[in-house]
């Protein structure tokens, strides 16, 4: 199925999954789709394994964690923030290291203090290797943290190869 893609999400610098300046971290980018889904495209490397070759599961469960979270900024267009009080991962296929590899993740319930949302991972061949359920606190940023957005470099990164649709 081909996703149209309709913008893209900010990154910032040194969050493990989307921190452009964390070199351990998965440097992943988000796009948000037409269906109100987000979908992450991440590599991961060696560094990032458990078993030789295989991806480590809470490597998994880290992107798959802000593909969700990240899904309710695609619904409004001041940010709603949320901590995660509740994830749950089901590991259904190995995933490879050095591959580039698609997270969707999409928000199913939400009242005025959580949301909730699920998301999965497929590999490169179409096959779903990870599934989860998220459960969210809405928090205010300030809450969260004392975050400076520049300081933070909480950006829009445009690349070059930035794509208009994603298949999955
Ligand atoms: C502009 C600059 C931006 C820079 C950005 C930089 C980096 C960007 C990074 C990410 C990008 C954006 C989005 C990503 C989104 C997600 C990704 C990952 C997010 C995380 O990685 S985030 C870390 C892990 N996460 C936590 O760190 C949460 C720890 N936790 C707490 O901070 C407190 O727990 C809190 C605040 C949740 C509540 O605390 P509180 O003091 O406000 O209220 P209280 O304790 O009274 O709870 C109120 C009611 O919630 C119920 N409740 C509490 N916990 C529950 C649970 N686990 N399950 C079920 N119910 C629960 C209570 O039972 C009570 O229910 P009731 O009212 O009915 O009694």
Partial sequence: MKHKIVGKQKNSKLCFVCG?????G???HFYATEGQELIALFKPCEEHQSY???LHGGVASAVLDETIGRAILNKYDTEVWGVTIELNVKFKKPIPLNEELKVVGRITKENN???EGTGEIYLQNGETA???YGKYFKVPL????DFDPEENEWKIIEKEDDPDEIEI
């Fill in 52 to 54: 030789p070759g295989r």
């Fill in 130 to 132: 990870a599934t989860a």
């Fill in 113 to 115: 203090r959580i949301f």
């Fill in 20 to 24: 452009m300046k964390n070199d351990l």
């Fill in 142 to 145: 300030e809450r969260i943290a």
């Fill in 26 to 28: 998965l440097k992943a």
